[in-house]
């Protein structure tokens, strides 16, 4: 699975000559495309609208989070369709979290109880820049983007589900000794611990 093995950072120290050198300390705005997500412990069919999952994005102390997700029968997962940015700088981690509301729903109203988070992912910026690649999009000019990645969502240590995310900025990605690239590194020739393998 893409998500399990690519953040253990066990695995990752001892590949760090697989890591080009990067700059630590310009910031940039990121934009995380948030797709959709499978969560076998959510059926859409069956749960209430008021236990509709979001998407909570932290980096540092900023949170974005999304609206509330549109279940698909079909594909048996939750869509969102949102983008969140964010500014951030080469080493730091986003923390993706899919949470649910806990509620009791009255004849009258619905009583809020409390909000349960059923899976999350750390996601270092540095594994994400190999993966952006620049392209033309006419009317927004030049973007630099991945293509969708699939990553594994945990909670208490097992694996609970997987989100399907995109990442994109409208200025290049930093490099060592400040310069940019078109390409942030070459994704065959140098992946950051399998990062490279993209979701089909």
Same mark, same amino acid.
């Not at 540095?126 to 293509?147: H, K, N, S």
């Given at each position: ?6 953040? #253990? ?14 700059? !630590?300390?310009?910031?940039?705005? /990121?934009?995380?495309?948030?797709? #959709? ?8 069919? #069956?749960? #209430?609208?008021? !236990? ?17 997700? @549109?279940?698909? $029968? ?19 981690? /986003? =923390? ?10 009255? &004849? &009258? ?14 996601? $270092?910026?540095?594994?994400?820049? $190999? ?17 969708? &990645?699939?990553?594994? /969502? =945990? +909670? ?13 900025? +409208?200025?290049?990605?930093? /490099? %060592? ?8 590194? %070459? &994704? @065959? ?7 490279? %393998? !993209?979701?089909?």
């Amino acid at each position: 699975a893409l998500g399990a093995g690519l953040f #253990s950072r066990a695995q990752c120290a001892e590949l760090a000559p697989c890591r080009p050198s990067i700059a !630590r300390g310009r910031t940039f705005k /990121l934009s995380i495309c948030i797709n #959709s997500v499978h969560l076998p412990c959510l059926d859409g069919n #069956s749960l #209430s609208v008021s !236990r509709r999952p979001f998407v909570t994005v932290c980096v540092r102390d900023k949170t974005k989070q999304t609206e509330s997700a @549109d279940w698909s $029968p079909e594909e048996g997962r939750w869509h969102f369709g949102e983008v969140v940015t964010l500014e951030v700088c080469p080493s730091d981690e /986003l =923390t993706v979290s899919v949470t649910c509301n806990n509620q009791v729903d009255l &004849v &009258v109203a619905a009583l809020a109880l409390s909000s349960e988070c059923v899976g999350e992912v750390c996601i $270092p910026v540095a594994q994400v820049l $190999p993966l952006l690649a620049m392209e033309d999009r006419d009317m927004d000019g030049l973007i630099y983007a991945t293509q969708d &990645v699939n990553f594994d /969502l =945990t +909670k208490n240590g097992a694996k609970s589900g997987r989100a399907t995310l995109a990442f994109e900025s +409208k200025h290049p990605p930093p /490099l %060592a000794g400040g310069g940019h690239s078109g390409r942030a590194g %070459a &994704v @065959d020739s140098a992946p950051w611990c399998n990062f490279g %393998a !993209r979701a089909s």
